[in-house]
């Protein structure tokens, strides 16, 4: 029954004991962290197993240029885990094969953090559903080929976790599992160096815990105690409870916060040398029991940042990675109608090993932070604060003449700061100018599917849902501008992606036909060579790709007037939406785009 595990842990043995006593020196525990990886095996079905052979037969499936991914939160889709399961047809109407739930374990109301701070590791959040749920959704999703993505929370627990409250009662085993200190010298000491993620909602580092007379580790909520990964009981019972999830038959695993979890004075506790350390080790224990599982590291900084977390060649940490500055850089650039920033991101990426593989995407559950390369920007006279406050005038419909409507997040007036909010649609203008907006939706959306990697759709994006504003009107959301684009999903909206006249069906229908064109032609390959080129005017991306003898030419114009584009050569291309046939010169309509193929087909 054992001999698969038998053969992983043995290939993986060595390494794995070398890593762990490289942390913890301590055999004991690792004897019990080998001992809990084939519990976990014994503990897995037959049916992920066989899962986990079939992904071992098909190891780059998450590759494919026919996969497409939509996150979502739960109660908007489908109220309920089986909610969602009842509504597996229309995803898969969609095209949808990776399907991302936010975070649904337990934790408690009004403290969480959108899910974030979780109680209970093993028990989903009650209104939602149960574990048993759970791991039905899971193999209805296996059924029809579909992957689930599940949010693992290791850098903290919730204050209600048993751990915590027991550290409150006084229990210092307990204790030794976060970060307790006795008064505030030690944490004055690391505020001099620890930079704060939510200077303005919740300060500092720390939170003084009444009950236990102690200061406790809380670097980003209060109600979210730090977990003290230098003990290696945390880390074997937190690996435990990943591997509890994955034999629910997660197929991907979110390491939320990953470059947090290892602490240590005098540094910026972030993307310490043991961070690494630890997520390979937990690769390895994918690997030894639940092999079909891929890691996804939420790494929510520059790419010289991101990059190590792929490991490398010979040992790999996570399989997938966020493009995260993709995304910001790409709302500057509707905001700005000006590529130079977004094609000079874009080059960093694709200078990158092509077996990297990113997740992709236009919005997600949370704001847009303008981390981007104001070193870059400043060659061209742009100054970081004044150039924020642009791009939050345009892009909340303050500044003349834009159509997007968005809300500031974490508004900060002292340091002329602040991040944004809002759906694509809203953002692309849809609340003003329908046709403005489906064709930014239309051109942003070839966009997304033109890059290497994950394209991953935020839910209700495919039928153009718009901002929900009924936030405002309820008291435990008001302050949450994020809320403004995790509104309910409008399933009444959703009846209307049939009909070609209405704005649902023109953008449902529009997404489809994009999705189609990607999976049909081999240029859209993983494996294809990607590059970027002049196309002679800065308010028009070019991107090139080239597999097995077909070429594709991406012509982006986040204008809001037609260009003209000319063509080098005297190539003939055929344009993929039109069917005509381009050599020369190619017009793009305002926000408009072109996908122009050449190979020995249309020549």
Not at 60 to 85: A, E, I, P, S
Not at 242 to 251: D, E, I, K, R, T
Not at 496 to 518: A, C, F, H
């Amino acid at each position: 029954m054992n001999e698969a595990f038998d053969t992983r842990y043995a290939r993986a043995a060595q390494e794995m004991k070398r890593l762990y006593l490289s942390l913890y020196h301590d055999e004991h525990a690792y004897d019990y962290f080998a001992g809990m990886l084939r519990r976990c095996h014994e503990a897995r079905r037959p049916a992920l197993r066989a899962l986990d052979a079939q992904r071992a037969e098909q190891p780059d499936w998450f590759k494919k240029q026919d996969v497409l991914g939509m996150l979502m939160y739960t109660q908007c889709f489908g109220g309920t885990l089986n909610g969602v399961r009842e509504h597996l047809d229309y995803l898969q109407e969609t095209d949808v094969n990776y399907l991302h739930l936010m975070p649904l374990l337990q934790s408690p109301k009004d403290r969480s953090d959108g899910g974030y701070a979780v109680a209970d590791f093993r028990t989903v959040q009650p209104e939602l559903g149960t574990m048993e749920d759970l791991a039905q959704l899971a193999d209805d999703c296996h059924d029809r080929g579909m992957a689930l993505c599940l949010d693992f929370v290791m850098n903290h627990t919730s204050e209600d976790h048993e751990w915590a409250r027991r550290a409150r009662a006084g229990e210092v085993e307990y204790q030794q599992r976060y970060f307790f200190y006795d008064d505030w010298s030690i944490p004055h000491m690391y505020e001099q160096t620890v930079p704060q993620v939510f200077p303005t909602t919740a300060p500092g580092n720390f939170t003084w815990c009444e009950q236990a007379g102690k200061v406790v580790m809380t670097t980003f909520y209060p109600y979210q105690w730090d977990l003290n990964y230098a003990n290696p009981t945390v880390f074997n019972d937190m690996t435990e409870n990943m591997l509890f999830l994955c034999n629910q038959g997660v197929v991907v695993i979110r390491l939320d916060a990953v470059p947090y979890i290892w602490k240590a004075l005098h540094t910026t506790c972030r993307n310490l040398p043991q961070v690494h350390t630890l997520v390979r080790l937990m690769r390895l224990a994918c690997e030894c029991v639940c092999p079909g599982v891929l890691l996804l590291g939420e790494v929510v900084m520059e790419p010289s940042k991101v990059v190590p977390y792929f490991g490398s060649v010979s040992e790999p940490e996570c399989h997938m990675l966020y493009n995260v500055t993709t995304m910001a850089s790409t709302w500057h650039t509707v905001a700005t109608q000006d590529v130079r920033l977004l094609r000079h991101q874009l080059n960093q990426v694709f200078a990158l090993p092509g077996t990297y593989t990113f997740l992709n995407y236009l919005r997600c559950h949370d704001d847009i932070g303008w981390g981007l390369d104001y070193g870059f920007l400043s060659q061209f006279g742009q100054g970081e604060v004044p150039h924020k406050r642009y791009l939050n005038d345009y892009l909340t419909g303050s500044w003349p003449g834009s159509a997007s409507r968005g809300e500031l997040y974490n508004n900060d007036p002292r340091l002329g700061d602040a991040r944004l909010c809002g759906t694509t649609a809203s953002l692309c203008g849809a609340e003003a100018d329908e046709a403005l907006a489906y064709r930014r939706m239309e051109m942003l959306h070839a966009f997304l599917l033109t890059l290497s990697g994950v394209p991953v759709l935020y839910s209700g994006d495919e039928i153009g849902q718009k901002n929900d504003y009924t936030y405002h009107d309820d008291p435990v959301k008001r302050e949450d501008s994020r809320y403004l684009h995790r509104g309910a999903f409008s399933w009444s909206d959703a009846q209307k992606r049939n009909d070609p006249e209405s704005w649902q069906g023109k953008v449902y229908r529009m997404i489809g036909e994009l999705t189609r064109i990607r999976r049909g032609n081999r240029a859209f390959d993983a494996r294809a060579n990607v590059w970027t080129f002049d196309t002679g005017s800065d308010h028009v991306l070019g991107i090139g790709r080239y597999f097995e003898g077909q070429k594709l030419l991406a012509l982006l114009n986040f204008c809001d007037r037609e260009l003209e584009v000319s063509l080098d050569g005297q190539e003939v291309y055929m344009n993929l939406r039109s069917g005509e046939r381009v050599s020369g010169c190619v017009k793009l309509p305002p926000c408009g785009f072109a996908w122009l193929r050449s190979d020995r087909e249309t020549i």
